[in-house]
């Protein structure tokens, strides 16, 4: 099976809102509603039985400005298939996959941790990497690398990260590669 | 025939006796058996490891007894990226760890955040704890972490241990 079967497959029985090739991978949009459907539909019909990862990108200011990405594999066909959705900030629910891959359940945690995006029907939705109150989604294209201080007593808390001076910060200049490189300066 | 004998001379203790401050003598015993409680977070954990190995070992500057309990420990090395998720039981540890305790920030992460200026990474535990040693590199080497044991070593044959350790022993006095 190629690309071109797998996209005809698919294309014969869904909606495809948008489909990319570059470099020989394949990657088509569905909608958010079919989303579950679709995957189920690639495991258990196109053999695409193993899922490297979940991610999301946020467009920010773009409408619909977030995306959930399925990276997917078929183990006997060696056949890589990339699944995109478009979620809606308004509405920050996408259909679990973890029925279908049981491998989603802490991807899919990972994604809602960083990026706020909730996943309907998953067994377990707690913050995987950051604790458990933090109030922030810290991949979101509005939040600073610096970070925003929050306190929640006994458990964590955090603050602002100063992103300028120290010895391990890159200082911008012209004048060469070794006045740029992070290092030990005196105070001046 | 009379005997006669030295009236000072006390032929079981002379050549055993040492007289010395007793700040002095409770430093020395301190300073050469430190046990570290191995705060390992990130690779600086790694050089620990190998600073406890028989190519450095650490057991030279009477220091190998690491002890994963800090209710046994004297010192607790940092050796790490200390995130505010794990920053909190860091402190938690430390209020474990009886008096007298030291704490030495191994390398750049522990000692200031390192490289990792981001909204996860606590920059530097001297924000938590009242850090003793610093040891710069990333991780630091071996030897580093030696030589910032015998800065500790050091700094703690200059404490005045009685007078401000044990109070209540000099009001006896």
């Known amino acids: 099976m190629t690309h071109a079967d797998v996209l005809a497959k ?9 489909k990319t090739e570059f470099r020989g991978e394949l990657t088509p949009e569905v909608p958010l509603a079919e989303i579950e459907t679709v995957c189920r539909a690639c495991k258990q019909e196109l053999g695409f039985n193993l899922l490297l990862d979940v991610s999301s990108v946020d467009n920010f200011g773009e409408e619909p400005r977030f995306e959930v990405v399925y990276e997917l594999y078929s183990l006997e066909q060696k056949l890589h298939l990339r699944l995109k959705t478009k979620v809606s900030e308004d509405h920050l629910e996408v259909p679990t996959v973890s029925t279908v891959w049981q491998t989603a359940d802490w991807h899919e945690r990972e994604v809602y941790d960083m990026m706020g995006i909730r996943f309907s029907g998953h067994p377990d939705l707690r913050r995987i990497l950051m604790w458990e109150g933090y109030p922030y989604f810290p991949l979101r294209k509005d939040f600073p690398l610096e970070g925003k201080p929050s306190q929640m007593p006994d458990v964590a808390f955090s603050e602002v990260a100063p ?3 120290g010895p391990f910060v890159t200082s911008p200049t012209d004048s060469g590669t070794k006045d740029r490189e992070p290092r030990a300066r005196g105070l001046d | 025939m009379v005997q006669t ?7 079981k203790v002379e050549g055993n006796v ?9 430093n020395w015993m301190r300073k050469n058996s430190l046990w570290p409680m191995p705060m390992g977070l990130a690779c600086c954990a790694i050089e620990m490891m ?10 030279r500057f009477g220091a190998e007894v690491m002890r994963f309990s800090p209710r046994q420990s004297d010192v607790m090395i940092v050796a790490g990226t200390v995130t505010y998720k794990m920053a909190l039981a860091v402190k938690r540890i430390y209020d474990q760890m009886p008096e007298p305790k030291w704490v030495i920030a191994m390398g750049a992460c522990a000692s200031s955040g390192g490289m990792y200026r981001s909204y996860a990474v606590l920059q530097g535990i001297d924000h ?12 630091p080497r071996p030897e580093a972490l030696l030589e910032g044991l015998m800065k500790l070593q050091h700094k703690i044959d200059r404490e005045r241990a009685i007078a401000d350790q044990k109070k209540e022993l000099l009001e006896v006095f």
Do not use: E, H, K, N
């Open chain 1, 10 to 18: 698919l294309q014969d029985r869904f909606q495809i809102l948008a």
């Open chain 1, 163 to 165: 992103l300028a001076g």
């Open chain 2, 5 to 11: 004998a030295p009236a000072a001379y006390d032929s």
């Open chain 2, 18 to 26: 040492i007289i010395s401050r007793l700040d002095a003598c409770i």
């Open chain 2, 50 to 59: 190998a600073t406890a190995c028989s190519r450095y070992d650490i057991a």
């Open chain 2, 128 to 139: 938590l704890l009242p850090v003793d040693i610093y040891i710069s590199g990333c991780p």
